[in-house]
């Protein structure tokens, strides 16, 4: 503008030596010239008007990405505090001395190595996971066995509902027993988990469903579960042995399903009861082949008070089926008594037991008496190292070469 006007002036200055027509000629194209200088400057300042707006979504994209990688950054914080990493092993060396010296049994094995993940997606919900190795390792032998197992033993997700009620779905170990759900080695005395929580109760005993847990003020509790059922055999060496019915969720027969319920109450300092009542629709999940339904009732306690602790366990079968009854083995039934004494000094801690069982399978190798004594060193709360004698003598005649006696040494742990 300023540019304009001096030419302005300089006309004037100058207007008395020009002729009128070219006076007139020549504000024409200063006038055009500003006007054409106007225009330009007009869409200089659009366009100076449109970078700077790019330039502004530019820094919002960027201000929002900051705040998104930060966002992703504390969630991922987050889930390192929500998600934890466990597990168990155990190592048993067994020395077995049979009356018929065809039985025995000298090994050692890398019996189990567990690894536990677990997440809490929410206050409210969690996921919870096992996964084993059994004997060391997998590998196919030349005479078709297995060296070992890779389970899943727990893979579920639970639920709280209200803040006395839980809810559960997926791959869940049973409510049964004692062992069935605490079975970390540092728990239990013995190398060896107890036969009628492996032979009447068949631990690890884990099956697929959905389930509820409540619980009250005063130390009562309960679980409803139903789930995936046994599947036994009814032939072979193994006929209408529950153990040999674990189908472990493996391509699990659904046919007929199966119901469990348990009461328990730990309502007073150092006493931990319960009942435990299962239905199996079908424990074959084959109709017509002489076994049919199935009902398991279990009871148990520990009692602890000071350095001394009683854990007793009961628990029978009772079976229904036409070929069930004639083999005689409708009915199996297990107990045992294990008195220990635990004396702590300093992280350390060594404990003595003794174990008295009685169990009547299906199988007559399933059927004897056994005593047992042993003891249990913590270096630290976590680890133990085992020792333990045990003495076995079989209710037939035609299993006496399998009565022995044995001495077994074990090491196991679990974080």
Avoid: C
Avoid at 74 to 100: C, F, K, V, W
Avoid at 149 to 159: D, G, K, Y
């Amino acid at each position: 503008m300023k540019r304009a006007t001096l030419l302005v002036l300089l006309t004037a200055v100058a207007a008395p030596a020009l002729a009128s027509s070219d006076l007139e000629s020549l504000v024409r194209q200063q006038a055009e010239q500003i006007e054409r200088l106007t225009a330009a400057v007009a869409v200089l300042t659009e366009r100076l008007d449109a970078v700077q707006g790019k330039v502004q979504i530019t820094e919002e994209q960027l201000t929002s990405t900051a705040d998104f990688v930060e966002q992703m950054a504390e969630n991922r914080r987050g889930g390192d505090e929500r998600t934890s990493i466990g597990g168990y092993g155990e190592l048993h060396y067994n020395n077995i001395q049979a009356d018929d010296p065809a039985n025995d049994n000298d090994e050692i094995d890398f019996h189990r190595f567990v690894m536990f993940f677990n997440h809490e997606f929410t206050d409210r919900i969690r996921f919870f996971s096992e996964l084993e190795i059994e004997h060391g390792l997998v590998q196919d032998t030349a005479d078709g066995s297995n060296g070992g197992e890779v389970e899943i033993e727990q893979a579920f997700i639970e639920m709280d509902l209200t803040d006395a009620l839980r809810a559960k779905a997926g791959l869940f170990i049973v409510p049964v027993g004692i062992l069935n759900e605490t079975h970390e080695p540092p728990t239990f005395y013995g190398v060896e988990r107890n036969d009628v929580e492996n032979i009447i109760l068949p631990s690890t005993w884990w099956e697929a469903g959905a389930g509820l847990q409540g619980y009250y003020d005063n130390g009562l509790s309960w679980d409803l579960a139903v789930h995936s059922g046994l599947k036994m055999p009814t032939t072979g060496s193994s006929a209408f042995r529950v153990r040999s019915g674990r189908q472990k969720v493996s391509n699990a027969s659904a046919d007929d399903l199966a119901y469990t319920a348990r009461v328990r109450y730990t309502g007073m300092p150092g006493l931990d009861l319960a009942a435990t009542y299962q239905h199996q629709s079908d424990a074959s999940q084959q109709s017509g082949d002489g076994l049919d339904s199935g009902n398991l009732v279990s009871v148990q306690g520990i009692f602890n008070r000071g350095p001394f602790q009683l854990r007793a366990l009961w628990a029978q079968w009772q079976f229904d089926g036409n070929l069930v009854k004639a083999m005689d083995v409708d009915e199996q039934t297990g107990w045992y008594v294990e008195p220990s004494f635990k004396i702590p000094f300093g992280d350390h801690a060594i404990g003595f037991y003794g174990r008295w069982e009685d169990v009547e399978g299906a199988r007559t190798r399933d059927r004897f008496d056994q005593w047992e004594v042993g003891m249990n060193y913590w270096p630290t709360a976590n680890v133990v190292f085992k020792v333990d004698y045990r003495n076995r003598t079989h209710d037939l005649a035609v299993d006496a070469g399998r009565d022995f006696k044995a001495f077994d040494l074990g090491v196991g742990y679990n974080f």
